[in-house]
T-cell receptor, first 110, second 116 residues
Framework: GQNIDQPTEMTATEGAIVQINCTYQ??????LFWYQQHAGEAPTFLSY????GLEEKGRFSSFLSRSKGYSYLLLKELQMKDSASYLC???????????FGKGTRLHILP | DAGITQSPRHKVTETGTPVTLRCHQT?????MYWYRQDPGHGLRLIHY???????DKGEVSDGYSVSRSKTEDFLLTLESATSSQTSVYFC???????????????FGPGTRLTVL
């Protein structure tokens, strides 16, 4: 089975940088996803990591350490529109099942 | 949305009635998933499919069944709806094309189901 943990809520200031952590335990790992979800909307894909290291995509970066079962999503130059929930999800290599953590609600203060 | 639609978008039903939710995709994705999302629980996997007529259970499959008779459609059925199944249901799909590494999961817009 899987166990995915991320903080429930975080608060940051507009223009700042915030790091959202995700730790996971899985019997077989085949990739980690990050999604953004605004209230009342469907999740939208942000990033995918399957190898160790940092993937950068504009203001958003995602890091993975498979040996530590750890990932983070880094958001730079925060904007008010970044206020949303951020979901970490892990895919198992045994059956391609994709399981989500409970999500981190990010509040951006002006 | 990568061509994923869900129907209906909203439904109110009574306890004990059967309900079927439909997910339709136009991108030939191999894998399809049904999730429910509830406050405090995040997205929980109900059932998923790894091909036509190939399905498996997720984390919270009790009270739900699925069918996938063709690539583009994945149906979720509540045989006898209960109030605990009041939720927002999301369909998702991934994996398409030759050589794909299935590295993006696309979501439908969601179905809000209320069981009275």
């Amino acid at each position: 089975g899987q166990n995915i943990d991320q903080p429930t809520e975080m608060t940051a200031t507009e223009g700042a940088i915030v790091q959202i952590n995700c730790t996971y335990q899985t019997s077989g790992f085949n990739g980690l996803f990050w999604y953004q979800q605004h209230a009342g909307e469907a999740p939208t894909f942000l990033s995918y990591n399957v190898l160790d290291g940092l993937e950068e995509k504009g203001r958003f970066s995602s890091f993975l350490s498979r040996s530590k079962g750890y990932s983070y999503l880094l958001l730079k130059e925060l904007q008010m529109k970044d206020s949303a929930s951020y979901l970490c999800a892990v895919r198992e290599n045994r059956d391609d099942k994709i399981i989500f953590g409970k999500g981190t609600r990010l509040h951006i203060l002006p | 949305d990568a061509g994923i639609t869900q129907s209906p978008r909203h439904k109110v039903t009574e306890t004990g009635t059967p309900v079927t939710l439909r997910c339709h995709q136009t991108e030939n994705h191999r894998y399809m998933y049904w999730y429910r999302q509830d406050p405090g629980h995040g997205l929980r996997l109900i059932h998923y499919s790894y091909g036509v007529k190939d399905t498996d259970k997720g984390e919270v499959s009790d009270g739900y069944s699925v069918s996938r008779s063709k690539t583009e459609d994945f149906l979720l059925t509540l045989e006898s709806a209960t109030s605990s199944q009041t939720s927002v249901y999301f369909c998702a799909a991934t994996g398409t094309g030759v050589g794909s590494v299935y590295n993006e999961q696309f979501f439908g817009p969601g179905t809000r189901l209320t069981v009275l």
